[in-house]
């Protein structure tokens, strides 16, 4: 059973920083690429960064420069640095990943993020 476990949510302001962690059971985790979403409030669930097996990553645009995606394959845990934070980062952030033909989404419950003064 594949289980996904996220942390390191809260209440920052404006220009501060958060790094969120995902843990990973279940699954062969060096193997799969892991991502992060984020869904705010009355919007659809967006892909906010990626990072595949070997570690090559990808980020949305409005992250760019900002947030940074890593994993430690001996923890099983992918990570999300979270610097510059902007009110608009708001959301809950979920950690993702994906197997087999047809794929199968593996979601973790969400941590909420809250970028305000």
């Known amino acids: 059973q594949v289980v996904l476990v996220e942390s390191g949510g809260g209440l920052v302001q404006p220009g501060g920083s958060l790094r969120l962690s995902c843990a990973a059971s279940?699954?062969?985790?060096?193997?799969?690429?892991m991502n992060w979403y984020r869904q705010a409030p009355g919007s659809q669930r967006e892909l906010v960064a990626t990072?595949?097996?070997?570690?090559?990553?990808n980020y949305a645009n409005s992250v760019k420069g900002r947030f940074t995606i890593s994993r430690d394959n001996a923890r099983n845990t992918v990570y999300l640095q979270m610097n510059s934070l902007k009110p608009e980062d708001t959301a809950v952030y979920y950690c993702?990943?994906?197997?087999?033909?047809?794929?199968?989404?593996?979601w973790g419950q969400g941590t909420q993020v809250t970028v305000s003064s």
């Open positions: 993702n990943t994906g197997m087999g033909l047809p794929r199968k989404d593996y």
């Open positions: 279940g699954i062969a985790f060096r193997l799969f690429a």
């Open positions: 990072i595949a097996s070997g570690g090559s990553t």
